[in-house]
Nanobody, 124 residues
């Protein structure tokens, strides 16, 4: 069973930056695509970014393009989400997800493993 542990959330002012990290506990992390999703209170969990097994292909929701960057370090079994120029509408719980497939996906149901989530709050 793969475990994903997120860290790096917190409270930041609009225009600020945060870097989320997600550490995986399985040695086959390098064969798995990874994604980040977020969920605001009363709303569905939605796609933010995804990265394929090698890190060579990334995908973003349009609202974060140019502001967020997803990356991975397979030697450390870790995926990152660098978030710059944060906006109040980015406030949500952010979840790391992994799938038993090397290709990334923007669909929640394509992912097999989930972290516990980390809160990101952006004040105006």
């Amino acid at each position: 069973q793969v475990q994903l542990v997120e860290s790096g959330g917190g409270l930041v002012q609009a225009g600020g930056s945060l870097r989320l990290s997600c550490a995986a506990t399985r040695h086959t992390f390098g064969n798995s695509a990874m994604g980040w999703f977020h969920q605001a209170p009363g709303k569905e969990r939605t796609f933010v970014a995804a990265i394929n097994w090698s890190g060579g292909t990334t995908e973003y929701v349009s609202s974060v393009k140019g502001r967020f960057t997803i990356s991975r370090d397979n030697a450390k079994n870790t995926v990152y989400l660098q978030m710059n120029n944060l906006k109040p509408e980015d406030t949500a719980v952010y979840y790391c997800a992994g799938r038993r497939d090397p290709s990334g996906s923007s669909y929640v149901y394509d992912y097999d493993y989930w972290g516990q989530g980390t809160q990101v709050t952006v004040s105006s």
